[in-house]
């Protein structure tokens, strides 16, 4: 089981990126996913989930209206379209196995960093 990661970078507040996790080792369609973040200092923090056939999703309340969870099950990939950006979206993000914590399995990839300033 392995994530990859990518789509992080450095933007300006109310600015827009779209994160992308590809994972290998499993079916994606089967699984429920997660997109976590860790900012500088803190503990990882749970941002979005999205079920395994996509109809059901889950947002922390800090997200909920600018960030999108959604999966690509024939790409074996889920992404995290985040928008209207602020300076406490600064963090690493990271995708996992899971629905808001439940059913987790495999390892942590490497994330993605994602700082937003002006």
């Known amino acids: 089981v392995q994530f990859v990661e990518s789509g992080g970078g450095l933007v300006q507040p109310g600015g827009s990126l779209r994160l992308s996790c590809v994972a290998s080792g499993f079916f994606l369609s089967r699984v429920a996913m997660t997109w976590y973040r860790q900012a500088p200092g803190k503990g990882r923090e749970l941002v979005a989930s999205?079920?395994?056939?996509?109809?059901?999703?889950f947002y922390v309340d800090s997200v909920k209206g600018r960030f999108t969870i959604s999966k690509d099950n024939s790409k074996n990939a889920v992404f995290l379209q985040m928008n209207s950006l602020k300076p406490e979206d600064t963090a690493v993000y990271y995708c996992h196995t899971g629905y808001r914590g439940k059913d987790e399995f495999g390892s942590w990839g490497q994330g993605t960093q994602v700082i937003v300033a002006s």
């Open positions: 999205i079920s395994s056939g996509g109809s059901d999703t």
